[in-house]
């Protein structure tokens, strides 16, 4: 564990670099640049409310702009933060054949920088529980636990990924189908109690700790206690990822050189 540590400690200035990097790249060839961070969850919000609002029922949910946009900004830290580590080592192939850089440093940079990323569009968040009159309560603080968990999950789920994408290339192409499930699974636009009152459908929400992850947040934002049982399961779903994330990547790395 010192040697892990002493490791981390040595190279924490390239982790830094290299997620300054990604921040860069991600808006490299964009005119309004940094800006789409907070106007892409704005627009997604503002389409999905006219849509689901017009078309379908959704009377059950209050503050509707605020419940989808919980929903949708978590869920798009957990998709491109998993997409962007599930590439890095395949990404950085000419840097890892080149000099010796601890190989888990890409796919948590990766991680990372969505992250930050993810952390301030939550500003567009802000702004429109004020428009929707959301008056912050002490609840807010617990929305520390749902962000340290999908940070932690998605860490977890890149390390699994990249180690797959190096062997198998097909698994970016399986990821994207496997996260569009995950999408219609979290409850991000309906009304999970629709599902949850039917003993046949309920495991679909139950056992996705996404959707835990989601539903605490909102409790969070909406003043209302988290629910301990869905905390506790989605982090220890968590920390069970990252475990075998980090095993599964540190017994094939040496064989990623074959194979990049």
């Known amino acids: 564990m010192k040697r892990l540590v002493a490791n981390f400690k040595k190279y924490r200035y390239l982790l830094g670099e290299l997620v300054k990097k990604d921040i860069k790249l991600k808006y490299r060839n964009s005119v309004l640049g940094f800006l789409w961070t907070l106007l892409e969850p704005l627009l997604t919000m503002m389409v999905l409310t006219f849509v689901f609002s017009s078309f379908l029922e959704r009377n059950s949910i209050k ?6 946009l ?13 997409k962007l580590a599930l590439k890095s080592i395949r990404r950085n192939g000419s840097m890892i054949r080149k ?8 796919p948590l940079s990766s ?12 500003t567009v968040l802000v702004g429109v529980a004020a428009v929707q009159h959301i008056k912050p309560t002490w609840y ?16 977890g789920v890149g390390f699994i990924l990249a180690t797959l994408d190096v062997f198998f290339r097909d ?6 189908v ?13 009304d999970p109690s629709k599902i949850l009152d039917n003993p046949m459908k309920a495991w679909v929400l139950k056992y996705n700790p996404l959707y835990a992850i989601i539903m605490n947040f909102r409790h969070s934002i909406f003043g209302e206690p988290m ?30 050189i074959l194979y990049i």
């Open 178 to 190: 496997i996260l569009m499930l995950i999408m219609y699974a979290s409850a991000i636009f309906y």
């Open 227 to 256: 629910e301990i049982k869905y905390a506790a399961y989605a982090f220890g779903f968590a920390v069970v990822t990252l475990v075998v994330g980090l095993t599964m990547f540190y017994k094939k790395q040496d064989k990623f």
């Open 63 to 68: 503050n509707f702009p605020v419940f989808i």
């Open 99 to 106: 000099v010796y850089v601890p190989k888990y440093i890409y």
């Open 111 to 122: 991680a990372l920088s969505g992250f930050i990323t993810f952390l301030l569009s939550l």
């Open 140 to 155: 807010l603080l617990q929305a520390v636990i749902p962000l340290i968990t999908i940070l932690i999950m998605t860490i």
């Open 171 to 176: 698994a970016e192409y399986l990821w994207g």
């Open 70 to 82: 919980c929903g949708r900004l978590l869920y798009s830290y957990f998709s491109n933060g998993t």
